[in-house]
């Protein structure tokens, strides 16, 4: 059984950090490019980062929406099965939900990046 | 950015009647349309894929169609776990966008 488990979420204040993890089970996670997605309290869903299924620093094996580029950095440790999401220099507009979300399939064709799997998600609140 | 449209924001119906759901991209995306299903308190759930495939376990009732710029859900008879919010999300295009959502509501 597929399972993704997201920690770290918490209190923070404006401008400060925090670093987001996703556990990873029941499937061979080095083959799959990986997601982060958010979710502000009553509102819809936003796409936030993606990964490569091999991760690296490599041009293309990351993306970031334009909202939150320059600020969070995503990373991934194959040999640990766990995602990450380092988010930096955090504002009020960025409290929500994160959830990990798992690539449907393991190319990296536009076809595979719907999101078969998700986590129960981790609440980031940014309050002072 | 390729914005996703969601109509009608809310959809009121009965048990047992149809709902139909429609999503609008700015732009073509081909088919790289997925729907997804949020219950309150969930993490959303992947039903549809390539604006028409059903995802695994996915009941037959579900059904998706189009292509370009306009996309349709179909429910063909809602059940009670069905009443919930559902959104739309293409992957044509960097970045990836999603709809806005359509609640589905009891009538």
């Known amino acids: 059984e597929v399972q993704l488990l997201e920690s770290g979420g918490g209190l923070v204040q404006p401008g400060g950090s925090l670093r987001l993890s996703c556990a990873a089970s029941?499937?061979?996670?080095?083959?799959?490019?990986m997601n982060w997605v958010r979710q502000a309290p009553g509102k819809g869903l936003e796409w936030v980062s993606v990964?490569?299924?091999?991760?690296?620093?490599?041009?293309?094996?990351?993306n970031y929406a334009d909202s939150v580029k320059g600020r969070f950095t995503i990373s991934r440790d194959n040999s640990k099965n766990t995602l990450y999401l380092q988010m930096n220099s955090l504002r009020a507009e960025d409290t929500a939900t994160y959830y990990c979300?798992?690539?449907?399939?393991?190319?990296?064709?536009?076809?595979?990046?719907?999101?078969?799997?998700w986590g129960q998600g981790t609440l980031v609140t940014v309050s002072s | 950015e390729i914005v996703m449209t969601q109509s009608p924001a809310t959809l009121s119906v009965s048990p047992g009647e149809r709902a139909t759901l429609s999503c609008r991209a700015s732009?073509?995306?081909?088919?790289?349309l997925a729907w997804y299903q949020q219950r309150p308190g969930q993490a959303p759930r992947l039903l549809i894929y390539?604006?028409?495939a059903r995802a695994t376990g996915i009941p037959a009732r579900f059904s998706g169609s189009g292509s370009g710029t306009e996309f349709t859900l179909t429910i063909s008879s809602l059940q009670s776990e069905d009443f919930a919010i559902y959104y739309c999300?293409?992957?044509?295009?960097?970045?990836?966008?999603f709809g806005g959502g359509t609640k589905v509501e009891i009538k």
């Open positions: 732009q073509s995306v081909s088919f790289n």
């Open positions: 029941g499937f061979t996670f080095s083959n799959y490019d």
């Open positions: 999300q293409q992957s044509d295009m960097w970045p990836l966008t």
């Open positions: 390539g604006a028409s």
């Open positions: 990964i490569s299924s091999s991760g690296g620093s490599a041009v293309g094996s990351t």
């Open positions: 979300a798992k690539n449907m399939c393991g190319g990296r064709v536009a076809s595979c990046y719907r999101f078969d799997q």
